[in-house]
Structures are given as structure tokens and as C-alpha cells.
């Protein structure tokens, strides 16, 4: 299908700008037509997720101006000339990009595609150029994760879009399957391995932890703990899955799990926070021949452990987006959702467009675990 001229020019979208007091400023954008390797998507709800806030603040490799946003969810509006698999009307959730025609790509690994940083983070297209300019004609970088789903409209990369076609699930539901969800889901089922009966600690019970918790059920774990701060939180661990809590303002998370698995420790654990001394803890509460998976994102952050510890057989791994081709696991998570074994609306709170700053707030502040903005 060739590309379609749009009546459509102007998008609204939340930028975030170097010199602005607030993480996102509103603004009416102008977009260009999709090339003829892109597909616009008109997107109806977004997830905001802690990648999106370092963003924001200038700690992530990605230039600014820029839309970010890389948990969408929408409908395909035109796609370019040589674009095929995807056409208008078509219902899709938005992931990452990845290159396809790696060894990791092919070996169904795209999250460890060598161009994972230039195509997700660089937020432009291949020749430097961006769909969208501001109000003055200046550029504001897009294609953030191949989408830049804080704007009612997006041009995608075709890689980053799922078909969703067949589910009745509601869009703001759907958008965060595109990373936060993912992430600590597959986790726990493709880097851990979670088996029936075994002992699993997660560490942060926000969108990714609390992911993993329901994983963890899902995969039959006979003990589930999770540690968080904020008492709230805990409680929804508890009625997502979670077997026991413990409550981490006291720094003592690490004794906590001991005294729960009677000073063996967990077969497992996730950490989720990005905070240095939390990775630590993952690490220490493993029992021997333990493993565990860290998956915060803490840009320059160093992690400490004890090397007698790796000695006895204890495994520590990252993972990103889930350790499996998105096309594979959120199929398999719409599945156990219909089967009500992954009830992650439980976890949502949806916010307008115009409040994404709203939504930033309540989630710094442990209020909202997982913000979705509707457009």
C-alpha cells in the first residue's frame, strides 16, 4: 500500500525540553506523512514508565527535545509503500525496535540486538532525520522505541508493532505489555526459569516487580516474597500472588527472607528498583546455586556483591524486555489474562494527556503503581 496523504497535520504530544521546570510540556506538534517503511498509528493510550522519567531528566542517551513514550497501544491509521503485515484498522500494542536480521534477532533475542541503543533511545530515524516539529518549524526527536506513543499520533517502525487484533481487552490495559509488564514477566520465565515449587523474592513491588509476582504464580513458585516500601503496594503483591511481604523501609529486606526460607534463602530473585544497594540485596538473599535477575534500569549505577557468594554457585544476570521476542510473550500473557491468571488492570490507574505530570508525581510517590495515559 503506497503512502496516504493526510488531512491530519497536527498531533498533540507531551516533549520533554531540557529548560522546562516540569518532566513534560504539552504542545501541538506537526507531523510529516509515514515514509515508506513507517506506519502511523493513531495511539489511545500510553503506560508511563521509569525509562520515560530518566528520559525526562536527562540521564538517558537520548536527545531532547524528544516524545517519548514506549508502552502504546492504538490503531493503525496508513502504512508506507513498503511496509507489509500491518494495514489500517489494524489493532496493535507497541514494543521496542530491533534491527531483525541479527544473529540475536534471528535466534528470537531482539532485545539484544547490537542497534538496541541507536534504534530505541536515539529517537530519529536512520538519516538523523524526525517526523515531528514544533510550533516554530524546529525538530522534535521522535521514533523514542520506534513509536514515541506520548503523542495522539506516532510514526512507528514497523518491528516495534504487535498485532492484537483478536482480544477484547481494553486498549489502556493492553499499552503497558509493551515493556513494563514484559519485562518482569519474561524474567521470570525465560531468564530464571521459574519452576513448580520453588522459592522466588522480588524486590520492588512497582508495574515490572508486581509483573513478576504474577509470573511467578503463574509458573507454579511455592513461596513468593516481595519487599517494597510502601504498604500499599505490599497489599497488592499480596492479592496478585505474593505468599508472604515484608516491608523494606528498615533496610533489613535481606534479613527478612532469611528468616521466612529458615536461612536458606531463595532459588530466586528479581530486583526492579534501579537502586545499587537493592541489586545487592537481590544477590545476598539467594541460597546457594540461586539466581538472580536484575532488571532496574540505574544508568552508571555499580553493583556490589561478594565474590565468595558467585563462588557457591550463585548466578547473577540482566534482562531486558522480557528475554523473548515481544511477539511470543505478550500472547502469552493476553492468554493467562483471559484465563484471569494475570490480572494486571489490578495495578492501573489511568490518567489524561494533559495530566501526564499528574501521573509523575503519583507514581514518584508510590501512590500509582502503573500510570496509563489515555489519549
Not at 520533554?16 to 489511545?44: M, N, Q, Y
Not at 493503525?76 to 507497541?94: K, M
Not at 531463595?266 to 537493592?278: I, L
Request: proline share 6%; aromatic share 4%; net charge negative.
Amino acid at each position: 500500500m503506497s503512502s496516504v496523504k493526510l488531512a491530519m497535520s497536527s498531533v498533540k504530544a507531551a516533549v520533554c525540553r531540557p529548560d522546562s521546570d516540569e518532566p513534560f510540556v504539552l504542545e501541538e506538534l506537526s507531523i510529516g506523512d509515514p515514509r515508506p517503511d513507517e506506519v502511523l498509528v493513531r495511539f489511545t493510550a500510553a503506560g508511563l514508565c521509569h525509562t520515560d522519567l530518566e528520559v525526562a531528566a536527562g540521564r538517558m542517551p537520548t536527545p531532547l527535545p524528544v516524545v517519548a513514550g514506549h508502552e502504546g497501544a492504538g490503531v493503525v491509521e496508513a502504512v508506507g509503500s513498503a511496509v507489509t503485515g500491518f494495514g489500517p484498522g489494524d489493532r496493535v500494542v507497541a514494543g521496542f525496535s530491533f534491527c531483525g536480521s541479527c544473529r540475536n534477532c534471528l535466534s528470537g533475542q531482539p532485545a539484544y540486538c547490537p542497534l538496541h541503543f541507536p534504534l530505541n533511545f536515539g529517537a530519529q530515524r536512520a538519516d538523523g532525520t524526525v517526523g515531528l516539529h514544533d510550533c516554530a518549524g524546529e525538530p522534535v526527536h521522535d521514533h523514542f522505541f520506534g513509536q514515541s506513543s506520548f503523542a495522539g499520533y506516532g510514526l512507528c517502525r514497523p518491528s516495534s508493532l504487535i498485532k492484537v487484533g483478536g482480544t477484547d481487552v481494553p486498549d489502556h490495559v493492553l499499552a503497558p505489555l509493551g515493556c513494563g509488564i514484559i519485562t518482569g514477566a519474561g524474567a521470570v520465565w525465560n531468564q530464571l526459569k521459574v519452576s513448580p515449587g520453588s522459592t522466588v523474592a522480588v524486590f520492588g513491588a512497582g508495574a515490572v516487580g508486581l509483573s513478576a509476582v504474577m509470573a511467578a504464580a503463574a509458573a507454579g513458585a511455592a513461596r513468593i516474597i516481595v519487599t517494597d516500601p510502601h504498604a500499599s503496594r505490599l497489599d497488592l503483591a499480596a492479592h496478585l500472588g505474593a505468599t508472604d511481604v515484608i516491608d523494606a523501609t528498615d533496610g533489613l529486606a535481606v534479613e527478612g527472607v532469611q528468616e521466612l526460607t529458615g536461612g536458606a534463602g531463595v532459588e530466586f530473585s528479581v530486583e526492579s528498583t534501579g537502586v545499587p544497594e537493592v541489586m545487592s540485596q537481590a544477590v545476598a538473599a539467594l541460597a546457594p546455586l540461586g539466581s538472580a535477575a536484575i532488571l532496574g534500569v540505574a544508568p552508571d549505577a555499580d553493583l556490589r556483591t561478594s565474590a565468595f557468594a558467585l563462588l557457591e554457585g550463585r548466578t547473577v544476570s540482566g534482562s531486558i524486555v522480557g528475554h523473548q521476542a515481544p511477539a511470543v510473550l505478550v500472547p502469552r500473557i493476553l492468554d493467562l489474562h483471559g484465563k484471569g491468571r494475570f490480572p494486571l488492570e489490578a495495578m492501573i490507574r489511568t490518567y489524561a494527556l494533559d495530566d501526564i505530570n499528574k501521573a509523575v508525581d503519583e507514581v514518584r510517590s508510590g501512590t500509582a503503581v502503573k500510570a496509563v495515559l489515555i489519549h
